[in-house]
């Protein structure tokens, strides 16, 4: 069985591993930096911050037989503050025209921007790689788990969220756009900008052009990677299109990954969320359930969920098959949310 957590101090390795299968600024292979991501999210699922920025949850994917954390994910409560902005570049056009040659051109543009009362941000996807592909849709579980966790918390988050998705990278994991754009006005590599813009964000605004970029002028390859995401993002970006996200026309002014957004009230799986009375069901009819992800009060976790087949009785009421309540080791009656998974 596969279940839905919130993050504990004993996940620490398992994490560790995780952040070096792919590399991700939301969970970077720095130890002591993970040690202090899992205390902020404890701390934000016991007694969150009412400084939203403060507050970062992050949710992982255990299986309960091999006792072995098989992915991540994490909600950003406001990304973009007075203190530490949230930079993107505008994805634009201009027209230039000359009536003396009779001759037009529209060009592409990029111009920096930045957002100190940001929105959500849902990010820092991983599943190890070999369990993609798995039957149980591992993947999609990870992700959809944030979305069960806002659609019953929708007061600790903004009214829009934001996902920022990884552009395709050249094969030693270099950012076409970077090294086009960011190398020439700040002297470093896009791995070194990326790990300082963590803790500092004041070099961004300092260094980098202020007024429009021409994409005429920038190399074929990085002009091609703007607003596109890598091979292993494809997906994402699918399931996030599915379910309401559209793609704002910003990106990341590091790499050109696209920027995606939605309402929290109309991203899919939180309107249609189902509530009611968990109960004891000795005639659960799976032919007549859902399939779902459901949050569950469990005596060992913060926070609890796992992917299975609700009946909705109509009265308030629903029910899982008393099986699976009993190898949850959940007590009944108790209320409950849930999300469609399929």
Request: aromatic fraction near 10%.
């Amino acid at each position: 069985m596969f279940i839905l957590r919130s993050v504990e101090l004993k996940d620490h390795k398992d994490l560790f591993k995780l952040s070096n299968m792919m590399v991700f600024i939301n969970l970077p292979a720095d130890e002591e930096l993970i040690s202090s991501k899992i205390e902020s999210s404890i701390k934000s699922f016991n007694n969150p911050s009412p400084k939203l920025w403060e507050n970062y949850y992050i949710f992982v994917l255990e299986d309960t037989e091999s006792k072995e954390i098989l992915g991540v994910s994490m909600i950003h409560a406001q990304h973009g503050t007075e203190n530490e902005p949230h930079f993107f570049l505008s994805v634009g056009q201009e027209s230039k025209f000359s009536n003396t040659i009779n001759t037009g051109f529209v060009h592409g543009t990029l111009k920096l921007g930045l957002d100190s009362n940001g929105p959500t941000e849902i990010g820092g996807l991983i599943l190890n790689p070999e369990f993609r592909g798995h039957k149980e849709k591992l993947g999609k579980q990870i992700s959809f788990v944030r979305f069960l966790y806002m659609a019953t918390n929708q007061e600790r988050f903004k009214p829009i969220i934001h996902s920022e998705l990884m552009p395709p990278l050249d094969k030693d994991g270099n950012s076409p756009l970077w090294e086009a754009v960011g190398r020439r006005f700040m002297n470093m590599n896009y791995t070194e900008a990326d790990i300082l813009s963590r803790s500092n964000k004041e070099f961004i605004l300092s260094l980098y052009p202020s007024e429009n970029i021409y994409q005429t002028l920038l190399p074929m390859e990085a002009r091609e990677s703007i607003g596109k995401v890598g091979k292993e993002t494809e997906p994402v970006k699918r399931m996030l299109e599915s379910i309401g996200f559209k793609y704002m026309k910003e990106v990341d002014p590091f790499d050109g990954g696209p920027h995606y957004r939605c309402a929290l009230k109309d991203v899919k799986p939180v309107k249609e969320r189902i509530t009611g009375l968990l109960i004891t069901a000795k005639s659960f009819d799976k032919s007549k359930a859902r399939d779902v992800i459901i949050s569950l009060e469990h005596p060992d976790h913060d926070f609890f969920a796992t992917r299975t087949w609700l009946q909705v009785h109509g009265d308030g009421q629903v029910s899982l098959d008393p099986q699976v309540v009993k190898e949850l080791g959940i007590s009944l009656p108790q209320k409950v949310t849930a999300i469609p998974f399929s």
